[in-house]
Nanobody
């Protein structure tokens, strides 16, 4: 069973930064793809970024430049560096994982329960 556990969320002032972490366990991570999405109350899930085992990263156009996805493969921890945060970034941030899919494709798949494969419970980010 795959488990994804996020951490690093919190309250921050506008213009500040946070780095989220997602630790994965439970499966050999060959040909993996992982990503981040967020959901604010009353809004649809929004894909942020995806990263695959070939090192390719894809970002939502609206967030490119402020958010950076990366991974420590030795420790199997996915990161999301968030800079210049805005109040509109306040949301529950969740990690997602799948296999045999490219980052470009997973960016469009991760937010659906049918195609997202595995999700973590999330970490809350509040920007004021």
């Amino acid at each position: 069973q795959v488990q994804l556990v996020e951490s690093g969320g919190g309250a921050v002032q506008a213009g500040g930064s946070l780095r989220l972490s997602c630790e994965g366990s439970g499966r050999t991570y060959f040909n993996w793809c992982m990503g981040w999405f967020r959901q604010a109350p009353g809004k649809e899930r929004e894909a942020i970024a995806a990263l695959d085992s070939s090192g390719r990263a894809n970002y939502a156009d609206s967030l490119k430049g402020r958010f950076t996805i990366s991974k420590d493969n030795a420790k199997n921890i996915l990161f999301l560096q968030m800079d210049d945060l805005k109040p509109g970034d306040s949301a529950l941030y969740r990690c997602a994982a799948s296999w045999d899919v490219t980052a470009a494709a997973y960016l469009g798949l991760m937010t659906s329960p049918e195609t997202g494969a595995y999700w973590g419970e999330g970490t809350q980010v509040t920007v004021s």
